[in-house]
C-alpha cells in the first residue's frame, strides 16, 4: 500500500510560480510510474503530467506543456514546478502512482491516489 501526500498548494498571481510535492509513505515510488492530474469545479479529472518510473520519460497535457515540469528524487517525492500560472489551472491537483515502469495519461491507470491541493491563480 502506498500513501500519497500532496503539499505547495496555494494562492497565486497569474504568472507566477508553485512548485507543488508529492511525498509517499508505506513503499518506495521508484517502482513506480508517477502522475499529476486536477479537476477543476464542474470539470472532470484533466491528466497534466507524468513520469517513468526510472526518471527518463516525460510527457505532458497540451494545457500545461512548456511551463510545468515533473521531476522525481532519489528518495520518496516526485514534484510538479508550475510557471506562468493561468487563471486557467485554477484546480485541485492530485499525484497518483502506478505499478510498472511507464505511465498513462488515464485515471483509471492509477493505483494510489493522494488527497489533493489546491492550487488557485488570481488575475
Known amino acids: 500500500q502506498v500513501q500519497l501526500v500532496e503539499s505547495g498548494g496555494g494562492l497565486v498571481q497569474a504568472g507566477g510560480s508553485l512548485r507543488l510535492s508529492c511525498a509517499a509513505s508505506?513503499?518506495?515510488?521508484?517502482?513506480?510510474?508517477m502522475g499529476w492530474f486536477r479537476q477543476a469545479p464542474g470539470k472532470e479529472r484533466e491528466f497534466a503530467a507524468a513520469?517513468?518510473?526510472?526518471?527518463?520519460?516525460t510527457y505532458y497535457g497540451d494545457s500545461v506543456k512548456g511551463r510545468f515540469t515533473i521531476s522525481r528524487d532519489n528518495a520518496n517525492t516526485v514534484y510538479l514546478r508550475m510557471n506562468s500560472l493561468k487563471p486557467e489551472d485554477t484546480a485541485v491537483y492530485y499525484c497518483?502512482?502506478?505499478?510498472?515502469?511507464?505511465?498513462?495519461?488515464?485515471?483509471?491507470?492509477?493505483?494510489?491516489w493522494g488527497q489533493g491541493t489546491q492550487v488557485t491563480v488570481s488575475s
Open positions: 497518483a502512482a502506478r505499478s510498472g515502469s511507464y505511465f498513462t495519461t488515464y485515471t483509471q491507470g492509477y493505483d494510489y
Open positions: 508505506g513503499r518506495t515510488l521508484s517502482n513506480l510510474a
Open positions: 513520469i517513468s518510473r526510472g526518471g527518463v520519460s
